[in-house]
């Protein structure tokens, strides 16, 4: 059947047409919708773990009891989920394993722009690279069989345009496949030294099997033009860009298998053209291996490593054709930068801390990373899941050592406390820290789209669960409770107050915020009918609203506007006013 | 079938519908026979951010984007989003621009101007430019959410796919309960053009 899907789509499809058993992931920007649409098919058992070393892990344990399994993450994924990546290069699979990163140049939603093809060189695996939907498909489905051919596990590797574009796809049927037989093997299952040193040795004799399994793979293929000088080698959405630039007035080698690479093949198209271009997005990976091979190239000495590609950046390096120039503004119009929505529950916590003097506030990665920009201003670090913990720690103990009086605020959401905040929380408690640790509770993985978390009470399948209890964990990691401050964000009162006494403290304490995402469907029913709305006899202008930096408000035609459509009364405006000049209406 | 590609590039804020106007978009040029492509950003940008939908149709399509000075069609679902992504319209590509304002945050805290009379620097720099009232549209309608429907009617009547039935693709797109008003508001996008 033709349809058309987006990258994330058609991986999901290709896995439960592989007979996929079980697929697990920690939701991350590109690759959230991958196990989304997998969750939608019965015969996969599919999970949101609480991050990417306990998704791979799960994935792992399926796969060397038999069932074939698909682990999906994000790049920065792998890097939480290496651990395990790298051991099972030694393990390998008895059941398919498909390991999917989802990298993103030209960084859409991301702290960083790193080129994961290295990690299957690493890693000693092989590794897919599909340059549309189609490809998608087709990739995971082989990588399975590969994946179970090689005893090893397969590295998909996409990025944000494979994941997020549609294309034309042809679709079959599930074809099942029978869990395999397990039998107790702890030379090739228990990674202990004299077994992994035994492996270590089938490890490299693999990569020379796949280095030739490479060499006649479909998804390496040639395309010669006639009267054609220029050679292209190209990967991923490199070659779409790459074709579309040069069209039939240049040869190509596309590379779908991209490692090992195919030494030889590459060596032939390399003697049958006369100039030799090499399109990849990000680092010179397929660029570093044919200069090593002694062969000259143009790469990344005229194609940029920062950023995305486009085919106008290929002409141009290619062809020395310049860009269209379009039709300029003539004064670019401001920027729009993302923002927190109206209604959004950390605007409530973030603006008392704003206020705040002498304080640093370590952030982490989601929605709340937000409040780092203008009006509020609270957050001067993003490095990773977890760090706005634990990076707290280690500020407060150099903020000591130079004398300096501030107190440290670390910020992450529910998710990320689950996710790698609970051990830097551990930490704290142990190593006598007096910062504070704020988890900004919505219940829900709001960033990538509004996944569930252990604290949602629902798993992916949106089968009812235990839903994890934020204050008893951080009892349980030793804060004590008078030390710990549940509040609910809506009440700037109370949020301040929390604020405040934590700021006081003496020992590690902690503030828990409760207010659910502004953006679930139930809270927009509920608060369908709550709006807040601007009584203009009394509004003097003073802007004490617009400092909240919420979306709806705003000043038009010398009057202060509250968009009635983006409103969702959480009543911030009402509290901040001090003319009383804004009401509520639909109070529950 | 005209062999060559057709661009059109959805551009607007997070939240405007965008998404959803792309997807009927590219399901309908899919049941019509044409090879397309479509692409766009999740993620961050989505939480009130400048969006874009890049949507390609044609006998054999490559490229998931379109490179400025290439777009065939712009339809803007923001005002002040029309201006930023101008560079993309073709030499004698349409521009359709959805008479609406949204504020980003530099405006509303005073940081910055909202660019005055956009429409008039717009007709002049991309002759043919069609201001339409969606947002209006929609209102009268009975629901301002449906303005990405009344700009997708628009849109398909510029590329003179109005004569194609699009009404199986609508409704599968869309909630059963909101087909009526989808449809509606889609009838009425082609209506604000002339011609």
Known sequence: MKVILTGNEAVARGAWEAGCHVAAAYPGTPSTEILENLGRFPEVSSEWSPN?????????????????ALCAMKHVGLNVAADPFFTMSYIGVNGGLVVVTADDPGLSSSQNEQDNRWYALHA?????????????????????????????????????????????????????????????????????PAFA???????????????????????NSVTMADGAEIGVIASGVGYQYAREALGDGANFLKIGFSWPLPRRRIREFASKVKTLWVVEENDPFIETEIRAMGISCFGKDVLPVVDELTPAIVARAVLGKEPAPGREGEVPPPNRPPLLCPGCPHRGLFFPLSKKKDVIVTGDIGCYGLGSMPPLNVGETTICMGAGFSAAIGFEKANEKAGRNRKVFGILGDSTFFHSGITGLIDAVVNKSRSVFV???????????QQENPGSGRTLSGEETVALDIPKICGACGVKDDNIHVVDPYDLKASAEAVDRAWAAEETSVIVTTRPCALLKNVQKERAGMKCFVDEERCVLCGACLKLGCPAISKRDGRIVIDQEACNGCGLCVQVC?????GKKGES | ?????????????????????????????????????????????QRGGSVSTHVRYGEKVY?????????????????????????????????????????????????????REIEKYLSASAPGTLVVEAAKTADELGNPRVMNMVLLGAVVKTLGLDGRDWGGTLRSCVPPGAVEINERAFAAGKTLLPG
């Open chain 1, 439 to 449: 988890i900004m509770d919505n219940r829900i993985t709001a960033m990538t789209g």
């Open chain 1, 197 to 219: 040193r035994q492996k270590h040795y089938i490890v490299e004799k693999r990569l020379e099997d796949l280095r030739e399994f490479g060499e006649s793979s479909p998804f």
């Open chain 2, 1 to 45: 079938m005209n062999t060559k590609t057709t661009n059109v590039l959805l551009v607007g804020v997070g939240g405007q519908g965008t998404i959803l106007a792309s997807k009927i978009l590219t399901e309908g040029l899919l049941s019509f026979g044409y090879d397309v492509k479509m692409s766009e950003i999740h993620g961050m940008a």
């Open chain 1, 578 to 582: 001090p003319k009383s000049a804004v």
């Open chain 2, 63 to 115: 490229s998931p984007v379109i490179c400025r000075g290439e777009a065939d069609v712009v339809v803007a679902f923001e005002k002040m989003e029309a201006l930023r992504w101008l560079p993309y319209l073709s030499a004698g590509g349409r521009l359709i621009v959805n008479n609406h304002e949204i504020f980003p945050m530099p405006v509303i805290l005073g940081q910055a101007e909202y660019p």
């Open chain 1, 124 to 192: 000693k695996v092989p590794m897919l690279e599909p340059s549309d939907s189609q490809e998608c498909l087709d990739f995971t489905r082989a990588a399975f069989d590969i994946s179970e051919r090689f005893d090893t596990p397969v590295l998909l590797r996409l990025t944000t345009r494979i994941c997020h574009s549609k294309s034309v796809v042809e679709t079959e049927e599930r074809v099942e496949s029978p869990v395999r037989e397990y039998g107790r093997n702890p030379a090739k299952n228990a990674m202990l």
């Open chain 1, 52 to 68: 990417e070393k306990v998704a791979l892990e799960v994935a792992s344990g399926a796969s060397i009891a038999g069932a074939r």
